[in-house]
């Protein structure tokens, strides 16, 4: 069976200023179904592995009261919280050791986001059944290949090679190439090839399996965790996963998603969340005047925002912040923040 680990320390600065630092986009509930993303996610992977004692979550200690707080049932245990946010690639390490001193090297461990939205549910199972199939397998490292649609530049871009299996109805490729974040010319050039997908962010493999892979390609991360363990933390180099291991590694597998899937990167994800159920997210208290293509969010209830002939912007009123920004904008958001004194 699978041991579920979320990853769920990331600062989701791009969703500010509904986002803030001890309440990050994970902490929220965005696509309206009561829950947040972190929340979402956590009932989403128990179906995957039966019981709370099974799943973990690794955050940082800044945020580790408000996971307590979302998910109560996790036990103590099961929460790795990082004395501080070395990107993705650390704290795969170390839960990966974690889960591996508890269940031992032949575990099938999952990373997951905390922050996706995923459509089809029974789909997304049967994917990630095929892909625990894979990592049981053969020695491999199990991603989930998303159709790509434009040339983003934000995801991780997968090859796919020859077909080497078929689990639960499902085939899986070998990756030929895995690159992280490409330029947009690059970008593009994958997209016309035809035989690129983008990297979903989730990952499945076998504990022993991927420390022998970070022995090989970071043993700058693994070995001071192996010696110090989270003593090692501020000395470990700042890097993701995707730029540490899977782009080096010769054991990439891609499976095809085909579940409904977005990462929910920046407020324009709002709208395609609402897509097909009304043009505008209208979460809030507003009102709107000849304005298209317009995302209006509002958390207060006794304050009310207007907007007239407005087109392609987003408008954010969160407590003491209000944000206008162009839609093609909002990835500059990160740069403000640092400006920005009161973002509690
Ligand atoms: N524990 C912990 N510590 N979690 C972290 C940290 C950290 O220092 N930094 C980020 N995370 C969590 C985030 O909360 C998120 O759930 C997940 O790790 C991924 O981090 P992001 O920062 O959102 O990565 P990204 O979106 O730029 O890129 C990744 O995801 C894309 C798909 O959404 C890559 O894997 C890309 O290749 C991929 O396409
Ligand atoms: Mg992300």
């Not at 200023?17 to 309440?23: A, D, E, G, L, Y």
């Not at 996790?74 to 650390?90: H, I, K, S, W, Y």
């Not at 049967?126 to 995801?155: C, D, H, R």
């Not at 020859?162 to 109805?169: I, P, R, S």
Request: a negative charge.
């Amino acid at each position: 069976s699978l041991i579920p680990v979320i990853l769920a320390g990331g600062k989701g600065e791009r969703f500010w200023p509904v986002s803030r630092k001890h309440r990050p986009k994970q902490f929220l509930c965005l696509d309206g179904s009561g829950q947040s993303l972190l929340q979402n996610t956590a009932n989403r992977l128990l179906q995957l592995c039966d019981s709370w004692e099974n799943l973990w979550v690794c955050t940082s200690l800044q945020l580790a009261d408000g996971v307590e707080e979302q998910l109560p049932q996790l036990p103590e245990a099961n929460l790795l919280a990082e004395p501080e946010g070395r990107d993705t690639a650390p704290a795969l390490a170390w839960a990966t050791l974690e889960v591996c001193k508890r269940y031992g090297e032949d575990a099938v461990i999952g990373f997951f986001p905390a922050d996706h939205w995923i459509g089809n549910e029974p789909a997304y199972r049967q994917t990630i059944e095929a892909a625990v199939q894979q990592a049981i397998a053969q020695p491999a490292i199990v991603t989930l290949g998303i159709k790509p649609n434009y040339p983003s530049t934000g995801y991780g871009y997968i090859e796919q090679g020859e077909k080497t299996g078929t689990f639960n109805d499902l085939p899986v490729y070998r990756v030929n190439c895995f690159r992280e974040k490409p330029d947009t010319a690059t970008a593009q050039s994958f997209i016309d090839q035809g035989n690129f997908s983008w990297n979903s962010g989730m990952f499945i493999f076998r504990a022993g399996v991927v420390l022998k892979e970070l022995q090989t390609h970071a043993p700058e991360i693994l070995e001071p965790l192996q010696a110090k363990g989270i003593a090692a933390y501020s000395e470990l180099p700042k890097i993701s996963i995707d730029y540490a291991l899977m782009e080096k590694t010769q054991l990439a597998y891609v499976l095809p998603a085909d579940f409904g899937w977005d990462d929910l990167g920046d407020w324009n994800a709002m709208s395609r969340l609402l897509q097909g159920d009304q043009p505008n997210v209208e979460l809030a208290n507003h009102v709107c005047l000849d304005s298209t293509n317009a995302i209006l969010y509002n958390t207060a209830e006794d304050e009310v925002i207007v907007t007239i002939g407005l087109e392609d912007i987003v408008v954010v009123r969160d407590r003491n912040v209000t944000l206008i920004v162009k839609k093609d904008r909002t990835q500059d958001i990160k740069k403000v923040l640092g400006q920005i004194k009161d973002n509690p």
